[in-house]
């Protein structure tokens, strides 16, 4: 198990990858119930800047919390996720693509005896080494 | 069609709501991969400070933008989704909790001739009248 | 294999039931978008005449086309789902009510030396015997 | 809000549009339980007259309804999915093909004091301008 | 109905097939949470002696079981499923496969009065003729 | 990285708990197309000696790779699922129970320079701590 005292400054993680597919975006507008012909209407899509279907942003955020959570988040004294800061959508997503999420923990804030807040920015890149996605997460650690 | 133009400071808009329920848990969990005991193991949640299982807060944000989705998103002159600043997960959401989302325009960022920042405050409502997540969404629009 | 020519006016057919859960529902509301809060807001649905959540007309449809078919449809000399007539939704169907179907052979239409089609007459039940929905189906068999 | 009374014969209406995938094809035998061999088996269904596997026939009307459902129904005094006439299939969903939906209003049925039923001549329609489906929809809308 | 006493040694009954398209293999991770890179990422996929994804293995088993299920299995006077033995997988499973299963019953037990366990010997085939996985599938029959 | 060698007779491994709810419950019977009465016709089972819907033997099994997944296997030098012993289905799993897998290392195979098959005995447990299902599994892992 991982505690607050046990991250440093500077620390990095990289987790494993995973291809986002036509399903995952169909599954994700259809949880959500977001139906922008730019993530389901191959035809619209085509006349966009993009010139072909893409990702949901917050798909892509989604997806990188599944990225930490098994390996990483189960082994840390994880408490809550208590928020993000400047989320950036830096790069459109296609289908097929294969990201990956870049931690660096940037600074560690002490809430007292029991917990503090954990800072990692976050970069969600994908197999050209582009970043899609970055912003801060905080997350709230349990102390020893 | 609403273009950039059409929003002012302190334009209010109420999404219509939806029940989160055991079902869309099990199946976030499943498209993200973040199956952390608190959200799928209700023996383990039991023994939590919640007392049950709740939903992810990722869940709860990606139900929020497919509130605006379908009625507000698509009658206005989309362009993207730019960001999202200061988001907080402020009280747990429970399996059968009803959410929707109460916006307001707070700043508008012009970008030139074709377009500009909708910065709109978002709270995400529970039945009962608690704010269970906040944050502000940067949205790109259209000018006319 | 049976054939259009072994289809008798007056036969009936009795298919295996199903229970329509909530998780049906939400896969349903996903899969289409139709997320109208009849059927997925819980507190919207207690201030309705039906005083809580009821499934889509058309998952009710879409449910009794999956009891035709495995040990049904796929006995059959079954060539294409032709069409439907007076297509009524005559009772709510609620969370957790098991549905199956009663079928009668009401008349038969030869179209040549290939084909016919078989016009069924489907009650679609509830476990209380109450009939939720009724419609003539039309499906395209193949002959000897 | 639309009313009873709003609505007038010959009234028109587009839906967006949205692409049946492969996955909605797959999502939708697992939501109803019809794998029939034309909609599931890639090897069969290159021997069958279409060539290619091809959406549920039930699959087409149920995305219709989603598609008429957020923008449009959810801003009219909806009731109750009355019913509906002479559906008929008319050409194969090849898996990508995008579809949406006219509409056109072609009777009003007054049914008192409350509401009465508008019946609207549904047409889905695919990217190339072919009808795939047509029907009569019969929604029960409430008066002012 | 089709009981214990009804299976001879030596018959052989051979199920409808369907397509593992990728959509599945999503599903499959999503139900499961086994997002192994072998699975799920493209990129990671193509450095392996397999070249691509590849379905899980039991993915493989449990769309077998799909297969026996509606046709056969409900047609059986089907008690329980008692167990497998010597369950192996034989080749990979490519994203777009099509399977079937082969059965061949190789052993009856008889259990006393009410029920035995039918033994049947499994091979999932694709649609080269390649097995891709084999076991021994025990069933509980009931007796006439 | 954990290679055959450093396994050991003996060696035990207790994964995290999931529940299986009716939404997994029905997810599976989509996915696999095995909409038994057993598990999805809530009134049919009743009437059986279970006098609930149980979950599918081979969904207990799919849950458990799951569990095995992310924390154990990934961090293995997996090479493949090479297959399973005396699968026996020991208990039912009724809707809300949760599930861990105890293992344990019972034999190792050495297959040459490269590999092993270690070979796990699984016992899926469930929160009253009754065994619900066991076997054994065998996987092929790289040697350092």
Redesign the interface.
């Known amino acids: 198990m991982k505690y607050f005292d046990d991250f440093a400054i500077g620390d990095k993680i990289v987790t494993?990858?995973?291809?986002v597919?036509?399903?995952?975006v169909?599954?994700?507008?259809?949880?959500?119930?977001?139906?922008?012909?730019l993530h389901?209407?191959?035809?619209?899509a085509k006349s966009t800047r993009f010139g072909e279907?893409i990702a949901?942003?917050?798909?892509v955020?989604?997806?990188a919390?599944?990225?930490w959570?098994?390996?990483h988040?189960?082994?840390w004294a994880?408490i809550?996720?208590?928020?993000?800061?400047?989320?950036?959508?830096t790069a459109p997503v296609k289908l097929?693509d294969?990201l990956h999420v870049d931690f660096e923990v940037v600074e560690k804030q002490d809430k007292g005896n029991a917990a503090g807040v954990v800072n990692l920015r976050q970069s969600v890149m994908n197999?050209r080494g582009e970043t899609v996605a970055t912003?801060l997460v905080k997350l709230m650690i349990g102390k020893k």
Chains 1, 2, 3, 4, 5, 6 share one sequence.
């Open positions: 494993r990858a995973r291809t597919t036509e399903a995952d169909v599954n994700f507008a259809s949880l959500t119930g977001d139906f922008h012909p389901v209407d191959a035809e619209y279907r949901h942003g917050m798909l955020l989604s997806v919390t599944g990225l959570s098994p390996e988040l189960l082994q994880f809550a996720f208590y928020g993000m800061e400047r989320v950036r959508f097929g294969t197999q912003c």
